[in-house]
């Protein structure tokens, strides 16, 4: 097997880390040919689609892509910003407002760079960069509060098979999940209070959370207990009785069973019942984009309408909220820990700064000064 060529070694470099902000990926524009390109690589991962090679291939090369590219494409456009696509737009600054605040923490020997797992900027690329750049630390931060082997597991394999070919392998760390890690929990909290306090609260909050097959549970997947989780640390932290809240799964894809209950039909049940407003969030989708702005806020607003409902809000995704920055540079934070991103001087300042939070914090609850 062939390594890559090693970049030039410059003697006496100071070596550097990086933080590597890894989404899911986007189409490159919204149509037809960059749906197709896009979706190819998605649909071709063995991790999301569990179907043998042979068979799938033919149903993806003879009916997904020539019929399903041009109606993706339309989907596409009826979010696409000015900017571009919404998702590579948020991803692209939530990772500068990260490095932002961890360079204000003192860590100023880090780079915080993003990749797409399918379409571009790629995750191989990106990594082949910091290698030039001199980075031999890197921290894999997935978009995915919840691990699951059809989103995180798949990053992983890209960065392990990356590396593979690689002659000089960097120190790699991985975030698995953050699923119930206080930082999200209380930015997805006051997302919602900042809702309800210029809008009033809803006859019911639904959290729909990206659907998976169900086989996948039985096998040992882990995803849908998590996002359990982090639905009842949510609504704990909203003070929400559990006839107050409904947890469902969106973007059902195929004629088999994925996990239950289905967001769609679900809304159409609770406008039939007499619920007249329904408040609708993703939390397992940290960034806008097309399962959030177009299946939930256009198709699942038309549908529970429809059905009867009176008013449908779509409260969105953290995107680069204050807050869901200051729990990222958290959760990053504590996977950093012993390496040398800070300058003897920050890191001092940064030990009184932790110390003294956690002096307030016993104090709070009424620890012996």
């Given at each position: 097997?062939?390594?890559?060529?090693?970049p030039?070694?410059?003697?006496?470099?100071?070596?550097?880390?990086?933080?590597?902000?890894?989404?899911?990926?986007?189409?490159?524009?919204?149509?037809?040919?960059?749906?197709?390109?896009?979706l190819?690589?998605?649909?071709?991962?063995?991790?999301?689609?569990?179907?043998?090679?042979?068979?799938?291939?033919?149903?993806?090369?003879?009916?997904?892509?020539?019929?399903?590219?041009?109606?993706?494409?339309?989907?596409?456009?009826?979010?696409?910003?000015?900017?571009?696509?919404?998702?590579?737009?948020?991803?692209?600054?939530?990772?500068?407002?990260?490095?932002?605040?961890l360079?204000?923490?003192?860590?100023?020997?880090?780079?915080?760079?993003?990749?797409?797992?399918?379409?571009?900027?790629?995750?191989?690329?990106?990594?082949?960069?910091?290698?030039?750049?001199?980075?031999?630390?890197?921290?894999?931060?997935?978009?995915?509060?919840?691990?699951?082997?059809?989103?995180?597991?798949?990053?992983?394999?890209?960065?392990?098979?990356?590396?593979?070919?690689?002659?000089?392998?960097?120190?790699?760390?991985?975030?698995?999940?953050?699923?119930?890690?206080?930082?999200?929990?209380?930015?997805?909290?006051?997302?919602?209070?900042?809702?309800?306090?210029?809008?009033?609260?809803?006859?019911?909050?639904?959290?729909?959370?990206?659907?998976?097959?169900?086989?996948?549970?039985?096998?040992?997947?882990?995803?849908h207990?998590?996002?359990?989780?982090?639905?009842?640390l949510?609504?704990?932290?909203?003070?929400?009785?559990?006839?107050?809240?409904?947890?469902?799964?969106?973007?059902?894809?195929?004629?088999?069973?994925?996990?239950?209950?289905?967001?769609?039909?679900?809304?159409?049940?609770?406008?039939?019942?007499?619920?007249?407003?329904?408040?609708?969030?993703?939390?397992?989708?940290?960034?806008?984009?097309?399962e959030?702005?177009?299946?939930?806020?256009?198709?699942?607003?038309?549908?529970?309408?429809?059905?009867?409902?009176?008013?449908?809000h779509?409260?969105?995704?953290?995107?680069?909220?204050?807050?869901?920055?200051?729990?990222?540079?958290?959760?990053?934070?504590?996977?950093?820990?012993?390496?040398?991103?800070?300058?003897n001087a920050?890191?001092?300042?940064?030990?009184?700064?932790?110390?003294a939070?956690?002096?307030?914090?016993?104090?709070?609850?009424?620890?012996?000064?």
């Amino acid at each position: 097997m062939a390594f890559r060529t090693e970049p030039s070694h410059i003697h006496g470099s100071t070596p550097s880390s990086a933080v590597v902000l890894v989404n899911l990926g986007t189409p490159d524009a919204p149509d037809a040919r960059a749906v197709r390109r896009y979706l190819k690589q998605f649909l071709s991962d063995s991790r999301v689609v569990e179907i043998p090679r042979a068979v799938w291939w033919f149903i993806l090369h003879g009916i997904i892509l020539p019929f399903r590219s041009s109606k993706s494409a339309e989907k596409y456009a009826s979010i696409w910003s000015e900017q571009g696509s919404p998702l590579k737009v948020h991803t692209e600054r939530q990772a500068a407002a990260l490095g932002a605040q961890l360079h204000a923490r003192g860590h100023h020997q880090l780079r915080v760079v993003y990749a797409m797992r399918y379409g571009s900027p790629a995750l191989p690329e990106v990594l082949d960069q910091l290698k030039a750049q001199g980075c031999t630390r890197i921290l894999v931060l997935p978009a995915y509060p919840q691990y699951s082997g059809t989103t995180t597991a798949s990053i992983f394999d890209s960065v392990f098979e990356h590396y593979r070919r690689v002659r000089n392998v960097p120190e790699l760390r991985m975030i698995r999940d953050y699923h119930d890690h206080d930082g999200y929990i209380q930015a997805l909290c006051r997302s919602v209070l900042d809702h309800w306090a210029l809008n009033g609260r809803p006859d019911k909050l639904v959290m729909s959370f990206h659907g998976v097959p169900r086989r996948t549970l039985l096998l040992g997947d882990p995803y849908h207990c998590e996002c359990h989780r982090t639905a009842h640390l949510l609504a704990e932290a909203l003070g929400l009785a559990p006839e107050q809240y409904l947890v469902t799964f969106q973007s059902r894809f195929g004629k088999a069973e994925w996990l239950q209950p289905y967001t769609a039909p679900t809304l159409q049940e609770l406008a039939r019942q007499g619920v007249r407003r329904v408040d609708v969030m993703c939390p397992g989708f940290t960034s806008d984009c097309l399962e959030t702005l177009e299946e939930i806020a256009m198709e699942a607003k038309a549908e529970f309408l429809h059905a009867g409902g009176e008013a449908f809000h779509f409260i969105p995704c953290l995107n680069e909220a204050p807050d869901w920055i200051d729990g990222m540079v958290d959760i990053v934070e504590q996977h950093l820990a012993g390496w040398p991103t800070m300058s003897n001087a920050a890191a001092r300042e940064d030990a009184a700064r932790q110390a003294a939070i956690a002096a307030q914090r016993a104090a709070a609850m009424g620890a012996p000064g």
